[in-house]
């Protein structure tokens, strides 16, 4: 996982409320072995309907999701956070998230940032007008910013969740930081427990 403390991109206004991981990434996509290509199946159901916003070429080459309220709800799949980083989303902007899901997204390096509604629908009418704005996200300060259009907000992130972003740290990376401790305790073990294991 690298390290992220700044992101900066375009936006796409996905005027959803309630997506839940079955819309993000369908249940047949779970059969891969492999963890790549899930961008294919990315919203592939909407994807379907050529008005779908994923479909408008205004907003290609966009980084930043922003979404309506409960975003990431049903069953809990790491999947539907690997099709939206592999869409070429880099964080999502909802006014609220499963926990779930937002627990996936710090686990795996999406960056998700809750904002009011009326502020997720200012950004909405930002982007719509202009789809070429540029929306800042800054993981150290946790503020969102959108200079050319003077909006500054500030959004809450769980201490050890923005601990993961600022120095790159996944689960094993995290472990890894106690390798002393880990290491003192495996030669601390009785011998019997040792030999017991190899048996």
Not at 143 to 152: A, F, I, Q, T
């Amino acid at each position: 996982m690298k390290a992220v403390r700044i992101i900066s991109g375009r936006g796409v206004p996905l005027k959803r409320s309630d997506v839940d991981t079955d819309q993000i990434i369908p249940a047949e996509w779970l059969k891969r072995v492999e963890r790549t290509g899930f961008e294919k199946g990315l919203f592939s159901t909407w994807r379907d309907d050529r008005n779908f916003v994923l479909n408008d070429e205004r907003y290609a080459g966009a980084s930043i999701l922003v979404a309506g309220k409960s975003f990431g709800v049903g069953s809990s799949r790491e999947h539907a956070v690997w099709a939206i980083q592999q869409g070429g989303f880099n964080a999502v902007i909802a006014p609220s998230f499963s926990d779930i899901f937002r627990n996936n997204c710090g686990k795996n390096g999406l960056i998700v940032v809750e904002l009011a509604e009326q502020v997720v629908a200012k950004l909405w009418s930002i982007i719509e007008t202009d789809p070429q704005t540029e929306i800042t996200v800054d993981v150290e300060k946790l503020l969102v910013e959108v200079p050319s259009h003077g909006l500054s907000e500030k959004f809450a992130m769980n201490a050890d969740t923005q601990n993961r972003f600022l120095n790159g740290l996944d689960d094993i990376a995290i472990s890894l930081k106690h390798s002393d401790a880990i290491t003192a305790f495996e030669k601390s073990r009785p011998t019997w427990f040792a030999a017991k294991k190899t048996n």
